[in-house]
């Protein structure tokens, strides 16, 4: 018993959990503030989707992943099926139709998915080089197709953030497969078309305010401009130091939007500054570093593609969030890490996360 415990603190993955600790913590810190004045239920419904998401972790990383290979077109077929559900059942809040109710609790399956996505992606792109490119364009277009599908349902809900998220994983995978790289660019000029067939075909009003305010926040300061000038002005007013734990002005004072959710940086640089910023993202560095370094020292291909494709998840997911609070990016309801209030959002990063702790084990194991 005791050399099998020591065999597992050897095992274990120690800085990549303490990375995902030490973010879960600062993100509770800055949740507890964010929802000091309204709404408060969120901190107390935040811990419980924490635990929730500390088994789900536990779960994911005991399981064998190659187990996960061979279970991934099911994962992925019921993760398809229930973006068509949300379609047709879900309640729609706000024009948008993107969450299931399942009793008391409500989950968003456009999370869920990109978990199925890139573990499919994984599988497909696992197989070496030399069999990859003898599959040649028609096996590169079916990966391309595992991605477009998913993104095209989530689009309709409509939940253009989201689809371009996984969009984006879903590429880094196909670019860090092994293919052709003419192959490659052949099926990446697929997509572009397809894009600007939606354009010619006309993008809906709200999506070209959108547009046209990211170009120009002040075009319409009380309207679609709102929310990147608030998380600005918060920004900036937090110079060097912040202005302290739960004195953020522009929080307390909710001129910030969604700022438990969508602008929770805006919240942490207003009270803690360029500083406490810069500690908070060389933590995601930190952390995607060492899903890189994960991957390059997996034992077999699949942990390979699976570790970088967490890598890149928690990539994108970072870089659009950060970017559209700073002004950067156009405003897009995507989450930062472990770090934003949201239950199927905690659950998707901690599963991912557990994806890359059960890589990271066994490359001891086998």
């Known amino acids: ?39 408060r239920h969120l901190y107390q419904q935040q811990l419980t989707w924490l635990a929730i998401g500390l088994m789900v972790f536990v779960l994911v990383a005991s399981i064998d992943y190659r187990y996960y290979e061979r279970l991934a077109p099911l994962f992925y077929g019921a993760c398809v099926l229930l973006l068509i559900l949300t379609l047709v059942h879900a309640t729609n809040i706000k024009g948008s139709r993107r969450w299931l109710r399942l009793g008391v609790l409500s989950m968003q399956p456009s999370e869920f998915t990109k978990i199925g996505t890139l573990v499919l992606l994984s599988k497909l792109a696992s197989l070496d080089g030399q069999e990859l490119r003898a599959r040649g364009l028609p096996y590169f ?9 998913p993104c095209g349902l989530i689009y309709l809900q409509p939940d253009l953030g989201t689809a371009g998220l996984l969009y984006l994983v879903g590429s ?23 894009a600007l067939l939606r354009i010619a075909l006309g993008l809906k009003a709200y ?34 130091s912040g202005k302290g734990f739960l004195h953020g002005t522009q929080n307390q004072l909710q001129f910030l939007p969604e700022h438990w959710t969508d602008f929770p ?34 034992r ?3 942990g390979q593609m699976l570790a970088f494709a967490v ?4 990539f994108w997911h970072t870089v659009i969030n950060i970017g559209m609070v700073t002004g950067v990016l156009t405003v897009v309801g995507v989450t930062l890490p ?29």
């Open 300 to 302: 077999d291909r699949f």
């Open 265 to 298: 940086f805006a919240v942490w640089a207003e009270e803690w500054g360029l500083a406490g910023g810069v500690v908070l993202l060389l933590c995601y560095l930190l952390l995607i570093l060492w899903a890189l370094g994960v991957s390059a020292t997996a």
């Open 207 to 240: 999506q070209k305010k959108r547009l046209l305010t990211f170009l120009d926040p002040t075009a319409d300061p009380s309207g679609d401009g709102y929310h990147a000038l608030q998380s600005m002005y918060a920004i900036g007013s937090g110079r060097l």
């Open 1 to 39: 018993m005791i050399g099998s415990l020591r065999k597992l603190g050897h095992q274990f993955d120690w800085p990549l959990a303490a990375f995902t600790v030490v973010i879960l913590g600062l993100g509770l810190v800055n949740l507890y503030s964010a929802t000091r004045v309204a709404p």
């Open 141 to 149: 277009l079916l990966m391309t197709a595992v991605i477009l599908v």
């Open 338 to 366: 472990l770090f934003s209030y949201g239950g199927s959002s905690l659950l998707t990063v901690l599963a991912a996360i557990g994806l890359l702790m059960n890589v990271s084990i066994r490359r001891y194991s086998y």
């Open 172 to 194: 880094s995978i196909l670019l860090f497969s092994p293919a052709r790289w003419t192959t490659k660019l052949q099926a990446f000029l697929i997509t572009p078309a397809l």
């Open 311 to 314: 890598a890149a998840l928690l």
